[in-house]
């Protein structure tokens, strides 16, 4: 199974890149995550563009999640939503269809109390319209400040909540057989 992972930050130091470098520590094979390297490369989303020259930055990303099983997106929270960078990227994959029927886990690190929750309401309810396949589990990391050290995930019992989420994302994104069994992922 194929896992693209997004990352909403485009901080150094990002809690979230180290949430997502954490999922990629945990993945053994037949997983595999790939990260896209940086959504901060993507112009700012234009219809007119889009309908006459598609970037190839733009299409990369699209050829990115059309490929994958599923989707790994770790996203901080800003002013109750999510990243500027995220929603561009998001904006960018809306005319393509890729994202249609994908599987999608959510997580959200941050140093509050609140752990990301709105950000990843905002991610649920826009994914959905976009018609993903968003799982019902997903992971908030309050505190993070002290999960993470030197830009690790350190706390055990929130690496264990990833691990529990990545195999929750791959059986959904297992196919069914014909005979209606599932394959292991």
């Not at 990115?64 to 999510?82: C, F, M, N, R």
Request: hydrophobic letters at 45%; aromatic letters at 2%; one cysteine or more.
């Amino acid at each position: 199974m194929k896992i693209l992972g997004l990352c909403g930050s485009l901080r150094a130091q990002s809690l979230n890149a180290a949430v997502l470098r954490a999922a990629v520590e945990l993945t053994l094979l037949p997983r595999e995550i790939v990260v896209e390297p940086d959504l901060g490369r993507l112009p700012f989303f234009n219809a007119d563009v889009e309908m006459t020259a598609l970037p190839e930055v733009v299409a990369e990303l699209r050829a990115a999640v059309g490929a994958a099983d599923g989707l790994l997106i770790v996203t901080p929270e800003y002013a109750h939503g999510t990243s500027g960078v995220l929603k561009n990227a998001l904006e960018w994959m809306v005319g393509g269809g890729e994202i249609t029927e994908k599987p999608v886990a959510l997580a959200s690190a941050s140093t509050t109390n609140g752990g990301g929750d709105n950000a990843r309401a905002w991610l649920r309810q826009t994914l959905t319209v976009m018609g993903a396949r968003v799982l019902d589990q997903d992971l908030r990391i309050p505190q993070a400040g002290i999960k993470i050290t030197n830009g690790r995930l350190t706390d055990e019992p929130t690496r264990s909540e990833l691990s529990d989420l990545l195999d929750a994302l791959a059986l959904a994104g297992t196919p069914a057989r014909e005979d209606g069994a599932t394959l292991t992922a």
